[in-house]
């Protein structure tokens, strides 16, 4: 801010400067200032103009840090910090997250946003407090896994519905069936960042339990799914409401696929509801809260802490606020950095903590525990997976515990195959409504912005089969060009132009921008993963029918921005990721040989059984006997001969029991059996005959 | 499907008088289904041994002084991914011999490929897609059941005409080869003792010729009125028809076979098939191959010996050559020195001389001087 004052002041002084090289605005302000002959501005004048910058203020100019750079990503936003909310509460409180979210249209690019939980409610006094001060909140100062982080979302997205449509935003809670629930209409101040209550005078009200409560709730258009405890919190803003990538959808669907131990109610602006149910009823162990560990403390931090600790003696503050650090570590830093371990660590020098922070980098710490992250888990990943992507084979590994810079995490990853992308389920009225809202400029931008796993490669294979234009602007599209792309989107097969789904979490929550800066991309980009059957150019995403998820649980994600879309590189976390990435690959590779061998087998068996027909026929014109009975007689030589099909093969071409095959990390979706000569299903293409000619 | 089977056995069950030929073909064919039905039964894999038609399994029998099959055969199964369609296609042949048997009909092998062709039920795949798919697969048959072309009531497209004089009976109608007009009489594809018999000839000689331009040109000149013989072409290599009754001719009649061919390697093959019989059809040479059968010419030495100008020339080509040199390696030439000297001129000259060369001495020049002159010295190779 202060910087910026005084840019703005040089640049004023400088219009009405008549020196030839003050106008063009390009030297630095220094030059100017001193060049000058009498001061543009004095001390005193600057001080004036110099003042506090409240967060607040500072966020609402700075808005694409928290992601509302734009209207639509407004709306995602709102809604993934209020369920994230909502889903640390209940997790918090023991309880199963059940959430209700209602996306209303009130208006042209307004929408009414209602997030409702079943969690443990809010005490009165701290709900303005959490919904109408930014930076107010309980997971900044531990280190703790948790999906929010520094207590700016919720408030920031109220922030944004009063800056864009001046509505407060309004929350209704509960504690107890019998305990009257809160109703607040909150805003933030935003010169002071400080709440607002705007109703019941200053102190909200209290709807009373019951009927009475219910009609009254009734009376004023308060919605309120009736739950014992929870809260709703209400946000208007201007937005957009768009389906596709990057989409609240989006965001709902991989939220169950994270979180399989909830249940997600979904109504969206057009009035359709879906219900995502959750697939455990087992609530995953809550995570502990650990001490920083000394790895990961920084110079600075570590001044601070030696200011702040109650600790009499440096031996009790290295063993009081760090893990791992046993008496013996303790007593081996003091030595080694020279302090006495009585020594009182408020007194230490700068210097000595300089010492201090180098020592404690070189010694040696055991890795800090870490049962304080909690993995979704293998099955549930596969159970999850399996819901959101339909395909033949699924894959999920889960990484031992690991550290980056102090910060113990752990990585998960699970892989889909099979199966074709998103694009062919699409209706048609869909497809056309989506083509008139959105807002790519081409076609081509069109198809790839708006379907998983479509690459540019696919998207121009549609557009030639729908004889259109790549560069076609996509909302001005005929009827009939619709219909043809329609046609196309089913038809083409996009096995070969796909590009691999990656879907990235951070602590159970969804990543759904910047996929490029993000080290989950960068790591299976730079994964060779024709080792494993897939096709990849060099230095980017493999191709073919593949959905990859990649978890990240740790007690401190290292987002790039505080947008929360990417996670940061380091090596240590490039490594987990890399090697879960390969663990599933050693297992998708197992199945895809195996799956090239039974094929290979099926299509033998096709081929015998699809000229037995023809034998029979004409064995019995020449001589006498029943056809029939012939034909039987060969099939069930055929069968015999190419049993193998039937069979499960092991790596090494061994016969195997189907359940030995693989271990619980693995769901084969068996395909449907070979069909039999008898039901004329042989949809074999001609060319898989060619081989029986000689 | 169904709808052919009830044709087959209604055709079975009209009682026909079948002559010693159809009922032996018809119980071969009847044991290959036998033998498959067997097998079957017994859930062994389904065969059949057919003898093998290469190069590899053809035999010079110095003796008899024609090409012979080996006993070398080639098994086809049922369930052999590279097999199993041939193995069909087999069978599909043999049903449509065993029809046309029954109902004392006969096709064209072209006729017998629209006949068997058809959707394979639930795929989009054609029991044949090309007649050249079906031909090799009737030649596998013949060789397996040990029964001709037709013996299995088929027949190839005829080629070639015959006139001079002879007089013989074709189904029935008597026919005056020495009466044909300018076109002559059509050789029939099939010209077994049942269909065509010999009543009278006065011929001494037969003159084969490559094609039929140079047949009109000797039939019109009636070249086989004043030499007494009989004079036949093949258009190009004669099927087997024609082979078949020149062979009638030679060993029933008595009569020689002098070939006037064009002197290039192509011309070399034609009388090698004529003399010794081919490599593909090696199992017909004994009731094929003419031993004794004389090459008059074109002689690579006609250029210089009849004068002829450098237009008439046609250079070999490179596949010529190395066709020139196959031929001269064949064991039934490699021991001819007349032969190893004309295969080496021709390449030495480096060019190829067509029968019509002759002509541009003069119109009647072949009929009237070169050929009476070479048979008048028993100037030819043998």
Redesign the interface.
Known sequence: MKQKVRQTVTKSTATGDPSPVGGDGTLGDGRQLTGAARPRITAQKLAAAQRDISVSEFFAKNRHLLGFDNPRKALLTTVKEAVDNALDACEEAGILPEVWVKIGSVGTNRFRVAVQDNGPGILKKQIPLIFGKLLYGSKFHRLRMSRGQQGIGISAAGMYGLLTTGKPVCIVSKTAPENPAHYYEVQIDTKRNVPQILNGRGDGIDIPPGEAGARWMERHGIEWVDVPHGTRVTIELEARYQKGRGSVDEYLEMTALANPHVTLHYEDPEGNEKTYPRATDELPPEPKEIKPHPYGVELGALVTKLQETTAPTLYQFLTGSFSRVTPTIARRICEASGLSPRSNPKRLSAQEAETLYRVIQEIKIPPPASDCVVPIGEKLILEGLRKLVKADFYAAATRPPAVYRGNPFVIEVGLAYGGGPGVQKISRETLAEMLAECDARTLRQFLITQFDGLGPVGADKIIEEAKLKRRMNPAKLSGAEIDRLHHALSTVNLQEGQTMNVLRFANRVPLQFQAGACVITQTIAQMNWRAYGLSQSKGSLPTGPVTVMVHMASVWVPFTSESKEAIAAYPEIQREIRLALQAVGRKLKMYLLRRERVQHEGQ?RN??L??????A?????????D?DY?FQ??V???R??TAEADMKLDERGQFVDPSELFDGSVIVVEQPSDSE?EN???H???SA?V???? | ?AK??TQ??TS?TVSRVFTATDARTLTQ??S???R??SA??N????FMDIPSRTLSNVRWCPRKKIIEMGRSTNRRQ??N????????QT??V??GA??LIQAGKTLSIRGLYYRLKHR??????N?FETQEECDPIIEDLEVLLDALREQLHLYADKRGDMVGNIVLVDSGDEIDCSRMGSGGYAIPSIVEPEVIQFKKCTAKFVLHVEKGTVWTRFNEDKFWQKHNCILTHGAGQPPRGVRRLLYRLHNELGLPIYCLLDNDPWGYYIYSVIKQGSINLAYESPRMAIPDAKFLGLRSCDFERCGLSDSVKIELTQVDRRRAMQIAKYPWFAQKKEWQREIKQLLENGFKLEVEALISKDISYVTEVYTPERIAKRDWLD
């Open positions: 033998r081929i015998f699809r000229y037995l027909g023809e034998v026929d004409a064995i019995s014109a020449i001589r006498p006997i056809r012939l007689k060969l069930d030589i055929a015999k001969k000569p004329n299903g042989l074999l293409s001609h005959a081989g029986a000619r000689h | 499907m052919k089977k087959g056995t079975a064919l009847q290959l289904a036998e498959i039905i079957a039964e859930g062994k894999d389904p049922l369930f991914l590279h097999q199993a369609k041939a193995f069909m069978l599909l043999a049903k065993a029809e394979i039920k639930g795929t989009n795949e029991t």
